[in-house]
């Protein structure tokens, strides 16, 4: 322990984000590299409350964990393992959240943190579906609300000289109007189909509390007709992308 380390009592007042708690010095500083034994090491100006405490700006409930884990080598019980190693990686505790990260529960959320990293546009297109029934409700009030989506594993090569790689997909369905796709997300460099992909969507907007359903509409029913005195023997090229319907369910809970 150095000199300056030495202004910190054995026994330490805490204040996180508004919870009190009192701990050793040892327990705070045992785990070296990490946030709390930096803050505690004597190199570092610790913030005090009006009552002298020292001051962390963090979670009090989820701290309660962190600090059981430093004193014992505790694990937080199962419903609270995601916000717990949050704070774990805001303290640099690695060893606690190596430990979580083989819960099943975060095993999964990095599972699928990492799926969809691999997806380039992915984050974008959820906030533009959003966006996409945020409008449409404005326009039409109904106990649902649907959103036309085009997704593609790779970029098509055409064949066709006149073929529009930048034409809006859309989908025609029976006794409608033939209805542009809303968002469109692709291509990707994972060997993943369209349908999980469409699967995955799904999951993170139900994990936002929304009530949706999803299903295959077929293909985007773009065509282009070859141009006259054009060589080759095509004469038409579809579109092969797939569409998909969201429909949100607003009556459902």
């Known amino acids: 322990m150095t000199e300056e380390s030495e202004k910190f009592p054995s026994v330490i007042e805490l204040n996180v984000g508004g919870r009190h708690f009192t701990t050793s010095l040892l327990t705070l500083t045992k785990s070296e590299g990490t946030m709390l034994a930096a803050m505690f090491s004597g190199n570092y100006d610790v913030k005090k409350d009006k009552n002298g405490r020292y001051f962390i700006d963090a979670d009090g409930d989820t701290f309660a ?25 805001y303290f640099g505790l690695h060893g606690l959240t190596e430990e979580l990260e083989r ?13 969809r990293t691999q997806l380039s546009g992915y984050q974008d297109v959820l906030v533009k579906i959003l966006d996409a029934v945020t409008d449409s409700n404005k326009k039409v009030v109904d106990t649902s609300s649907e959103i036309y989506i085009a997704l593609f594993a790779k970029q098509k090569k055409t064949k066709l000289p006149n073929f529009d790689k930048n034409h809006v997909c859309s989908y ?5 109007e033939n209805r542009p796709a809303d968002v469109s997300l692709g291509p990707w460099n994972i060997p993943t189909p369209e349908k999980d992909v469409m699967n995955c969507i799904t999951f993170d907007l139900k994990e936002r509390g929304f009530v949706v359903t999803h299903e295959s509409l077929g293909q985007c029913n773009y065509m282009c007709e070859k141009l006259p005195g054009t060589p080759g023997q095509l004469l038409v090229e579809n579109c092969c992308y797939p569409m998909f319907q969201i429909t949100f369910h607003w009556w459902k809970m």
């Open 103 to 115: 819960y099943p529960s975060m095993l999964s959320k990095i599972q699928r943190d990492a799926y």
């Open 65 to 89: 964990y962190v600090l059981n884990y430093l004193r014992y080598g505790e694990l937080p019980p199962a419903p609270q393992v995601q916000s717990v190693y949050r704070d774990a990686v």
């Open 172 to 176: 025609k369905p029976k006794n409608k």
